[in-house]
């Protein structure tokens, strides 16, 4: 019908293809609107209690990264497989042995891109792509996450890395853990 309008009047046709084309869009956000209402789907925090814990993702999922710095030797090839140099790590030469005590691993998150590649070369598979999603920050200070100085669990994954959590890890001066080569 519309085609049919457009050879008798083009102008008419291209309003009525507009209004038809406009309310097809309507009509299937209202579709699924309503089916929010006819399956009962809850909210995303009915459903979860993020950021305390984390989101279920997909297994491959690329959020931000979990790191072990009780496994970190140090050796930098992370750093050097990234392709923005957004990987920052901090070390120290043991006194009379072998390896690196490591100091500091940040992460600056206005760099990132999130493409896993850091993750492939660590010999001692201490770093991954983990399930935090998302990481509010103030300011570009914020963007910088020094794996290094936050708690444990967060830094492993095991709770989600949250703004509060990075925040607090700003004031602190020593790495949490010196990592496999730490002195006795
Ligand atoms: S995910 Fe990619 S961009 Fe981000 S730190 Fe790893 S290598 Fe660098
Ligand atoms: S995270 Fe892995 S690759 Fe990066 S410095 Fe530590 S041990 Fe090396």
Known sequence: MIAALKRAWPWAGNIAETVATVADGLGTTLGVWLKTYRTGRRTFTEQFEYPELPVPVAARYRGFHRFDLTTCIGCD???????????????????????FVVTGYAIDYSKCMFCALCVEPCPVDC???????????????????DFARLPLDVAWGR?????????????IVEPV??????PS
């Open 77 to 99: 090839l992370c750093a050097k497989a990234c392709p923005v140099d957004c990987i920052y790590i901090g070390k120290e030469k043991v006194e009379g042995g072998k390896g």
């Open 159 to 171: 709770a989600t890395l949250n703004p509060t959590a990075v925040a607090e890890s700003k004031v």
């Open 127 to 145: 770093i991954f792509m983990g399930a935090t999603h998302d990481l509010s920050c103030y300011s570009r200070d914020g963007c910088i996450v």
């Open 177 to 182: 853990h010196g990592g496999p080569n730490q």
